[in-house]
């Protein structure tokens, strides 16, 4: 249990649902109730199914590619780190040129919900802590994004467009804390590696 939260938190971290809340009222403006609902089934599927089939087609390709975890984490690490501090810099997300039609899986299944930083900490973390507490860290990551943003209109009249922007720097901030976290721990088990050889 203890491995699920350690996989649960970064995952919620990096996917911010509640800092794509006016991104996602935004791009789904004008359309009705019905149409609202479909937008949001599809992008949790659509985001559920990418995200798991690169937790294990992912680490298949490091394999083949002899790329170790030790340098999976300083990569995927510093490309955290990176993430964040644009979040932190950028005054919000920015608005996307969208298809109507396509609005669920593109661009909020990918690369909103699941993008390079989700990627990225889903390896990472399979890696650490097992397949098992990542793949059920991800799917209840995902279905809380599904239930924000099926309450979106009470969560932004409760806390304000600013209320959430101010949480969304705040997770930013922590996902920089992870990122540099998983530099360090990378760097450990590179020089751990290298001892043992000598």
Same mark, same amino acid.
């Given at each position: 249990?203890?491995?699920?939260?350690?996989?649960?938190?970064?995952?919620?971290?990096?996917?911010?649902?509640?800092?794509?809340?006016?991104?996602?009222?935004?791009?789904?403006?004008?359309?009705?109730?019905?149409?609202?609902?479909?937008?949001?089934?599809?992008? @949790?599927?659509?985001?559920?199914? !990418?995200?798991?089939? $690169? &937790?294990?087609?992912?680490? /298949? %390709?490091?394999? =083949?590619?002899?790329?170790?975890?030790?340098?999976?984490?300083?990569?995927?690490?510093?490309?955290?780190?990176?993430?964040?501090?644009?979040?932190?810099?950028?005054?919000?997300?920015?608005?996307?040129?969208?298809?109507?039609?396509?609005?669920?899986?593109?661009?909020?299944?990918?690369?909103?919900?699941?993008?390079?930083?989700?990627?990225?900490?889903?390896?990472?973390?399979?890696?650490?802590?097992?397949?098992?507490?990542?793949?059920?860290?991800? @799917?209840?990551?995902?279905?809380? !994004?599904?239930?924000? $943003? &099926?309450?979106?209109?009470? /969560? %932004?009249?409760? =806390?304000?467009?600013?209320?959430?922007?101010?949480?969304?720097?705040?997770?930013?901030?922590?996902?920089?804390?992870?990122?540099?976290?998983?530099?360090?721990?990378?760097?450990?088990?590179?020089?751990?590696?290298?001892?043992?050889?000598?």
């Amino acid at each position: 249990m203890n491995n699920f939260w350690l996989c649960f938190v970064p995952l919620f971290v990096a996917m911010d649902a509640l800092g794509l809340l006016p991104l996602f009222v935004s791009l789904t403006q004008g359309l009705d109730r019905a149409r609202i609902r479909r937008v949001i089934f599809e992008s @949790v599927i659509t985001a559920m199914v !990418v995200a798991l089939l $690169f &937790l294990f087609i992912g680490r /298949i %390709i490091l394999s =083949l590619l002899g790329i170790t975890v030790a340098d999976f984490m300083i990569a995927g690490g510093a490309l955290l780190f990176v993430i964040s501090l644009s979040d932190l810099i950028g005054s919000e997300k920015r608005r996307l040129q969208i298809d109507q039609d396509s609005v669920g899986a593109v661009p909020l299944g990918v690369p909103l919900i699941v993008g390079p930083g989700v990627l990225t900490a889903t390896i990472l973390l399979s890696s650490q802590y097992g397949t098992g507490p990542t793949v059920a860290a991800i @799917v209840f990551n995902i279905a809380i !994004v599904g239930i924000v $943003f &099926l309450l979106a209109d009470a /969560i %932004i009249r409760v =806390l304000g467009r600013a209320g959430t922007r101010t949480i969304s720097k705040l997770a930013s901030l922590i996902l920089a804390a992870i990122g540099v976290m998983m530099v360090r721990k990378g760097i450990m088990l590179l020089v751990a590696g290298a001892s043992a050889l000598q």
